[in-house]
């Protein structure tokens, strides 16, 4: 078969090659891949890895062979899955509880879009608690995870501001839920219950002026790299604030993948969650799709066909 193999001193990260068949472990399921998506956090691993290495999280197909221990679903079944890695390939193994069964309302590429994105957007609004009526603010809105964070936030009566690059950026995102976009964080007016960071640095800075007492900043990304410099003494005036990291891998909940995926593929199915493609193309466009999504050039997911 063939997959992507991680190729990290090359200028080019990546390459397709004809690989080895996935072999699974008693608990998995060999999938056959129609379509998988790309995340920031992917660019990053790419460097990270060894040459060989085969990359590839969210994946959506149809069950080749089920897993050996008889649990999850049968050969035949369309799923849609979040893999730890060796998901950009014609076949990919999975834990069963790293999969859902997928309704046929749901395409290929919609529930490619799904898994990383939509269920740490998920799991960051449940920071929040009970969202009705609270004021949300998301940076990286216009992004993967920011554009389902729109959506489940909006959904639960939240008041969503979103911030984003540049105006064009905010395309969609009203749609989407949004009751307000601005352009810098510098920009956003009053106190937030809620704050989603991801972009670090100075933009993580400004959200610790920005909380409301006893509200939450969910720290789960830092897509700028920088470093963020803040003094405690501007903490004491939002009592009882709280900073809250957020790591997929080790989420800190108890609902497996397994259902989370199921609530977003339900959503989906039922009209009350847009997957938000920005880019549906062949696999063979995945090379120059990693530095359109480093130069924040997508407008959140971009989903790739495997032939
Ligand atoms: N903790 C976890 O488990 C977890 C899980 C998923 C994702 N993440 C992290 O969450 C962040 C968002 O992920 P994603 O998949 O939604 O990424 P994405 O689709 O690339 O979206 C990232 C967004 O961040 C914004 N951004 C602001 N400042 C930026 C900067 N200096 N450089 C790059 N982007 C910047 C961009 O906004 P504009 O386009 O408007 O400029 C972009 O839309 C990433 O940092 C990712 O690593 C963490």
Same mark, same amino acid.
């Given at each position: 078969m063939f997959a992507f193999v991680n190729t990290p001193r090359n200028e080019i990260p990546i390459e397709l090659r004809e690989v080895a068949e996935p072999q699974a472990a008693d608990h998995e399921a060999i999938v056959e891949v129609q379509a998988f998506s790309l995340n920031r956090g992917e660019l990053a691993l790419l460097a990270m890895r060894p040459e060989g290495w085969r990359p590839g999280q969210d994946i959506a197909g149809i069950v080749v062979k089920r897993a050996a221990d008889g649990s999850g679903p049968d050969a035949g079944t369309r799923v849609v899955g979040l893999a730890e890695q060796g998901g950009w390939g014609q076949h990919a193994a999975l834990p069963t509880d790293r999969l859902a069964v997928l309704p046929e309302r749901v395409s290929f590429a919609q529930a490619a879009a799904l898994p990383m994105a939509g269920h740490t957007a998920l799991r960051i609004l449940r920071f929040g608690d009970v969202l009705l @009526?609270?004021?949300i603010l998301i940076t990286g809105a216009a992004g993967g995870v920011g554009r389902f964070a729109v959506q489940l936030a909006a959904r639960e009566g939240a008041e969503v501001t979103g911030v984003v690059g540049r105006p064009e950026r905010a395309e969609g995102l009203r749609e989407l839920g949004a009751s307000e976009v601005i352009t810098q964080i510098e920009q956003a007016q009053g106190l937030f219950d809620v704050i989603l960071e991801s972009a670090g640095g100075? !933009? =993580?800075t400004k959200a610790l002026h920005l909380v409301a007492p006893h509200g939450t900043i969910v720290v789960f990304g830092n897509s700028s790299g920088e470093d963020t410099p803040f003094n405690l003494y501007h903490l %004491?005036? #939002?009592e009882g604030m709280r900073l809250q990291t957020f790591f997929s891998y080790n989420p800190g909940t108890t609902t497996t993948l397994s259902a989370? =995926?199921?609530? =977003?593929v339900t959503? +989906?199915?039922? @009209?009350? =969650?847009?997957a938000p493609i920005g880019l549906e193309t062949s696999w063979h466009e995945l090379i120059p799709t990693l530095t359109d999504l480093q130069d924040r050039q997508i407008? @959140?997911?971009? +989903? %790739? #066909?495997? !032939?």
């Open positions: @009526g609270k004021r100075a !933009s =993580l %004491f005036g #939002h989370d =995926l199921t609530s =977003l959503l +989906v199915a039922a @009209g009350k =969650l847009t407008q @959140g997911k971009a +989903v %790739f #066909h495997v !032939s």
